[in-house]
């Protein structure tokens, strides 16, 4: 290599990181790499001036509410050519017109341009089924056209024996209709007659059967319909009467007779997908348990029990004869040798009727069952620890026996590793997982179990799991299997197309605070100005502005450029006027901070605030301050979550009436904190709403009149008539909706709620734009302050009303959370001490009282974290 001191390839992610600065390649994800991007580090900077290229794989995800912002916001960030790469695009001519237009505003190197490369086709087919709670039937797509209105034959594609069952169908209703599609004359044209015929040669004739499809009379189309589809739609009648008693107890007790069907036709390795983690983990459990039962009664059949009885007599026989046998000093006679051997084979057999036999476990044909120690070496920790290894005591591990994997986010890191090696060893048969298997990770199978329904489960979804099937060098064909989904959603996820990606917000107050530290980072450097247009991008190419068509959405690409420069500048004039950066817009401590956890955004606005405002000085220097006072201010401000009914219906112990004394329910914030809090609130809605009157004015002829109703969109026309002195009369409103302002509300907004939901819709109002915490909203769950007080994990499950599978990942946040806002502090505050200056961070009780809490919350975690999926 060039440099001696580069490595070839690194890696960086919140979990795990290795010469991530030091290297040619780098593998991350999107939220790693905008740190790197707008670190105002110098380490960073020098990095991100060396990076030449950049693969954005998954880049469907940019249409994802929860991830989409960081994807936008590289795509328009990043300066140099980049590949954006998925399989599941929709609108893709959009998407690359809008790459388009960004691309021409960046007029990097002479001759550099947007190209878009299309790949239609699949390597191998996928088979659908559907299991109707005996056994697969085939499925094939066209019958989703019987009830779809509208859905077109063009759109579904089929196997070759599914296309070769619509040719005899439209054979059978019309004869006439395919003469020249006949097989013997399509493809007459393949060389020497061989036919040997390529998927392609398959394809055309597919596409030449349902363009004819589509020509033929509606009554003889319907005939077709119900030829090929009948045996689909006997097969969802069936499955009908057994989702009677509910899915969950449909899945879980029929998912062992359809591994079992799935084993026999040589279909695994399989994923099954499920949307609950909870539900995972018991269908897991349900397979778990129904093999074992088929075990115990085939060992009690065969009488294991009793050879056992006899191989431990005739060891004991053999070792007593041994004994007496001096092997080291005399040479084994040919007896002796038969009673070495004999010891051995018995041996052997009686472990094997021990362990697991492979007919009842879940292993891909060839494979044998995974052993406790091939377990335990796959498990063990490096470096070693005590507590992080295999777990006899711990269900999910047990599972993996039998060859079952669970694997979802709320699991701990070593287990899911341990599964994906796994599975990718073809050493697990089947792994029921949430859509985190999905996207992103390198886990092949041969089928995709769609098990049960749920509103998560749209077109792009499906295609993304069913994608997993069938990868290109492990199988010629994939699978994907329907159960226990009804025949409607079946229908829809067949004929739906892929949705268009709608953009999302580019600026909010974290993202301009980083922005703004990076600038002012490369202060005199000539690679500011790449910055400077970076975030001229963000602000005039939103991929919003590009979406739909029509007058409407002409008006929309004209003034969302002008709105999110309107934003831009609201954050700009907040920082200033919280002093978190000063007039000339020069960074100060608390911007460091607040860039430190933007992924936390608005909480860290909210320490920001009370560190500003002294708060946490007057709160620690309290005579009576515990550290749990500090802790109940955090978990007020992270991992918020709803009270459950239970927790409010209780009451509260002893007669009292506030809720510090109720159980599972967070205890109120003190009156300092509570009205900090209320205070900065009421500055940024105000401001905020100053802004969108504002922009309602200057553009009310751009705007129109709001008479659009919120849910319905049905448009309300002016009555004909003149008005009367009786008719009602709303008040005379800007910003504020005009469907709301008939209950009697002006341009004043109470709260920040009350503004995101308050406002016309054509303002784009995002609460992400209001770095607000409001003290005065539902009760919350004391879940983590609890954890904090007894560290029982039990007792939490069992009082918090928090799912399992949610606590792992709640918890683990908020100990990453203090982790880092106590690194920040302590690192803030010595760099105040070593300039002399007076910062937010020069309280050393503070500082020291987050490093306390941060140490606690810690030993506390850490004594858990390892045993966590004990379920």
Request: hydrophobic share 40%; charged share 25%.
């Amino acid at each position: 290599y060039k440099q001696a001191a580069c490595h070839a390839a690194g890696i960086f992610t919140r979990d795990f990181r290795r010469h991530e600065r030091c290297c040619q390649i780098l593998v991350t994800v999107p939220q790693c790499l905008g740190i790197l991007l707008l670190s105002p580090t110098l380490a960073c900077t020098t990095w991100s001036q060396r990076l030449q290229y950049v693969i954005f794989d998954e880049v469907h995800t940019l249409g994802d509410a929860a991830q989409g912002q960081i994807w936008e916001q590289l795509l328009l960030l990043v300066q140099c050519p980049f590949v954006a790469l998925s399989a599941t695009l929709g609108d893709s001519k959009r998407f690359a017109a809008w790459l388009g237009s960004v691309e021409q505003k960046r007029g990097l190197a002479a001759g550099r341009k947007m190209v878009l490369v299309e790949h239609r086709e699949r390597y191998n087919d996928l088979k659908p089924w559907i299991f109707d709670g005996s056994d697969l039937q085939e499925l094939h797509p066209f019958f989703a056209l019987q009830r779809r209105r509208g859905a077109k034959a063009r759109s579904l594609r089929l196997v070759p024996e599914d296309a070769l069952r619509l040719h005899d169908a439209m054979l059978e209703a019309e004869p006439s209709s395919v003469g020249d599609l006949e097989p013997s004359v399509f493809f007459s044209g393949v060389p020497t007659r061989s036919w040997d015929l390529s998927m392609c040669h398959a394809r055309e004739w597919e596409q030449a059967l349902k363009e004819r499809f589509e020509s033929l009379p509606a009554n003889v189309r319907a005939l077709v319909i119900n030829k090929v589809g009948a045996g689909t739609v006997a097969a969802f009648e069936a499955q009908q009467d057994d989702l009677g008693n509910g899915e969950g107890h449909y899945l879980r007790s029929n998912l062992p007779k359809l591994v079992h069907v799935l084993k026999t036709k040589e279909m695994l390795p399989a994923i099954c997908f499920h949307n609950s983690k909870e539900g995972c983990f018991l269908l897991a459990s349900s397979l778990f348990v129904a093999l074992g039962q088929k075990e115990a009664r085939y060992k009690k059949e065969h009488r294991y029990e009793q050879r056992g009885e006899t191989i431990k007599a005739e060891l004991g026989e053999l070792r007593g004869k041994l004994n007496k046998v001096d092997l080291d000093k005399n040479l084994p006679s040919a007896t002796q040798r038969g009673w070495v051997m004999r010891h051995n084979e018995l041996v052997n057999e009686f472990n094997l009727m021990l362990g697991i036999i492979p007919e009842f476990a879940v292993f891909v044909p060839g494979q044998k069952p995974t052993s406790r120690s091939e377990l335990e070496e796959i498990f063990a920790p490096t470096p070693p620890r005590f507590d992080n290894g295999f777990n006899v005591k711990n269900k999910l591990h047990v599972l993996l026996l039998r060859g079952i994997g669970v694997h979802h986010s709320s699991l701990p890191k070593r287990y899911r590793e341990c599964v994906e090696r796994l599975f990718r060893l073809r050493r697990l048969g089947i792994v029921i997982s949430t859509s985190t298997l999905a996207v992103g990770i390198n886990m092949p199978s041969k089928t995709s179990v769609f098990a049960g329904d749920s509103i998560f489960l749209d077109s792009m979804q499906f295609q993304q799991e069913a994608g997993r099937a069938g990868r290109r060098g492990f199988d010629l064909r994939g699978h994907t299997v329907f159960f226990g989904l009804p025949r409607c959603k079946v229908e829809q996820l067949l004929c739906s197309e892929l949705p268009a990606m709608q953009g999302n917000l580019t600026i909010c107050p974290a993202t301009v605070a980083r922005l703004l530290l990076r600038h002012h980072s490369l202060s005199g450097s000539a690679h500011q100005e790449g910055l400077t247009a970076g975030i001229e991008r963000l602000l005039h190419f939103p991929l919003a502005a590009a979406a739909g068509s029509g007058q409407q959405a002409d008006v929309g690409r004209r003034l969302l450029p002008l709105q999110v420069a309107h934003h831009f500048r609201f954050c700009v004039e907040y920082l200033r006027m919280e002093r978190i950066v000063n007039e000339s817009l020069v960074p100060s401590d608390l911007t460091g901070f607040i860039a430190h956890i933007f992924f936390e955004q608005p909480s860290n606005f909210a320490v920001a605030v009370l560190l500003r405002a002294g708060v946490f000085e007057k709160l620690c220097r309290d005579p009576n301050f515990r550290t749990e006072d500090l802790m109940v201010v955090m978990c007020h401000l992270f991992c918020r979550t709803p009270a459950t009914p239970r927790s409010l219906l209780e009451g509260p112990s002893g007669g009292g009436q506030s809720t510090k004394s109720r159980k599972g329910v967070l205890p109120e914030l003190s009156p300092l904190v509570a009205n900090a809090l209320r205070e900065h609130s009421a500055r940024v809605v105000e401001g905020m709403a100053a802004y969108q009157q504002w922009f309602a004015r200057a553009f009310a002829l751009e705007l129109g009149v709001d008479n659009t109703l919120p849910l319905s969109r049905v448009c309300v026309e002016p009555p004909l008539r003149t008005p009367s002195a009786h008719d009602f009369r709303p008040l005379a409103v800007s910003a504020r909706s005009a469907f709301v302002a008939l209950s009697g509300h002006g341009d004043r907004f109470k709260s920040a709620r009350d503004l995101c939901t308050g406002v016309r819709a054509e303002l784009n109002m995002d609460p992400q734009l209001l770095p607000v915490v409001e003290p005065d909203g539902e009760a919350l769950n004391s879940y983590i302050l609890d954890f904090f007080k007894h560290g029982q994990i039990e007792v939490l499950k069992r009082d918090s009303g928090v799912a399992h599978s949610e606590l792992w990942t709640k918890l683990e946040q908020f100990f990453y959370i203090v982790r880092s806002i106590s690194a920040a502090m302590r690192r803030r505050a010595r760099s105040a001490q070593y300039r002399g200056t007076q910062t937010a961070f020069a309280d050393k009780e503070v500082v020291e009282a987050f490093a306390t809490l941060s140490d606690e919350f810690e030993s506390k975690w850490k004594a858990v974290r390892f045993g966590f999926g004990e379920v």
